[in-house]
């Protein structure tokens, strides 16, 4: 489809980035012949000097500069190819020498993996380069000549006995159908320029891109895969300590609260029974406390229950959980937690503990006055907001009651971020992957 503008007829848009494309490929292989052929000079006679007089150490600075001027070509190449494999390529890291003698620093290159493939690719290049250069100039020469043949066939002289190849092929040695046949043989030549020149342009691409980027993308594998394993064994380490955490409150809680009610409990039962025979009415009062006690304990044991695995996450989802923590804050909560569909449990048990523990430290230390909770959901995961307007002061430095916070985070695969300044509140964060 065309657009016209003041009456001028605009390029469609794939027939731009066709044209470009070929333009591209064509300077690329193009400037790349001579290229080769000024490398290879240069490197190999470089290279071989280097190597004749490395015995009398002449050699050992020619190596080096020998290096150091493959390293120019090859940016210079890692420039050219980017446009033809349409998309960026990285630069490496050339290894370099800080520590030692001027020595030391200037053989440094001499060490470097990458700096030698550089001179490999700048002696061989020649190879694809011809090739591809050899089909380009043919393609072009072909279309461009073949559809141009009408405009310059007057200027070639014609002598009836020189037939030529139309005579072979059956046609009459006339102009017209001269014309015609290399007419055609133009045609089939720029109906097949794009593919050829574009398969030139990636054959000499794709060979330079091995040398001068195959070591760096190797590296950043690597690289990757080790940071990976890094990061799998502190969610590892981190959904250890956070269990670790959680047993110790829990028998701390437990120790605290329904271990001594249970205590006492069996205490007055065994005064009651003593009572039955010799008091009757004081037997009764003590029952009575024990039933309250026991009452008492059952609800601890459900807040307990509620801090391993509330049931209402499990049933409703996180907005029910969390509407009903607020609810049961002793600060004023304002909560924004919109619908959203159910969430991997663990996800959802992690945004559920950040939020019940940010809310009881907000209840036990900031002096808050309000807080604010928010949980958003976007393309990449979901983020849970806590702040207050305390006293600030948190961290999640070891020690403080947010380390074992952080390290459930952490075991989710999140990051727990907190901005407590000394009586500006406290802002906690805690960014889940989905």
């Not at 829990?250 to 271990?259: A, F, M, S």
């Amino acid at each position: 489809m065309t657009t016209t503008y003041a009456g001028a007829t605009a390029t469609p848009a794939p027939a731009r980035r066709f044209l470009r494309q070929l333009g591209v490929d064509t300077q690329y292989v193009l400037l790349g012949f001579p290229l080769g052929l000024l490398t290879l000079v240069l490197c190999m006679t470089l290279f071989f000097v280097g190597i004749g007089t490395v015995v009398i150490w002449v050699g050992l600075p020619i190596l080096v500069a020998t290096l150091l001027m493959s390293r120019g070509f090859a940016v210079v190449e890692r420039a050219r190819m980017a446009p033809v494999l349409g998309r960026p390529v990285t630069h490496p890291v050339y290894r370099t020498s800080r520590d030692g003698g001027l020595m030391r620093r200037t053989i440094a290159p001499l060490a470097d993996a990458q700096a030698w493939l550089d001179m490999v690719h700048g002696m061989f290049r020649f190879i694809p380069s011809t090739i591809g250069f050899s089909f380009v100039i043919t393609w072009w020469a072909c279309a461009l000549g073949g559809l141009t043949y009408p405009l310059w066939d007057w200027t070639l002289p014609h002598p009836p006995a020189n037939n030529e190849l139309p005579e072979l092929l059956g046609f009459d040695d006339t102009a017209f159908t001269r014309i015609l046949f290399y007419l055609v043989i133009g045609a089939v030549f720029a109906a097949t320029l794009y593919p050829v020149v574009r398969a030139a342009a990636l054959l000499e691409a794709a060979f330079a891109h091995s040398l001068l980027n195959g070591v760096d993308r190797l590296r950043r594998q690597v690289a990757e895969a080790n940071e990976a394993r890094d990061v799998a064994q502190q969610q590892r380490a981190a959904a250890v300590s956070a269990e670790a955490v959680a047993l110790r409150k829990l028998e701390r809680d437990i120790h605290d609260g329904p271990q001594q009610r249970l205590v006492r409990l069996a205490m007055d039962l065994g005064r009651a029974e003593q009572q039955f025979a010799t008091d009757p009415e004081a037997a009764r009062a003590t029952v009575a406390e024990a039933l309250s006690q026991t009452r008492e304990t059952l609800d601890e044991l459900r807040a307990l229950s509620r801090g391993i695995a509330p049931p209402i996450l499990v049933d409703r989802g996180l907005q029910a959980a969390l509407t009903a923590l607020a609810g049961r804050c002793t600060i004023p909560v304002d909560l924004d937690a919109p619908p959203i569909e159910r969430l991997d449990p663990a996800i959802e048990s992690t945004a559920y503990f950040v939020v019940a523990e940010a809310l009881t430290n907000v209840a036990k230390h900031s002096h808050a006055s309000e807080v604010q909770v928010t949980v958003q959901r976007n393309a990449t995961g979901l983020l849970v907001t806590v702040a207050d307007d305390g006293v600030g002061g948190a961290s999640l430095a070891k020690g403080h009651g947010l380390a074992g916070l952080d390290d459930r985070v952490r075991a989710a695969g999140g990051v727990l971020d907190v901005v407590s300044a000394a009586g500006e509140g406290t802002r906690l964060t805690a960014a889940l992957p989905l």
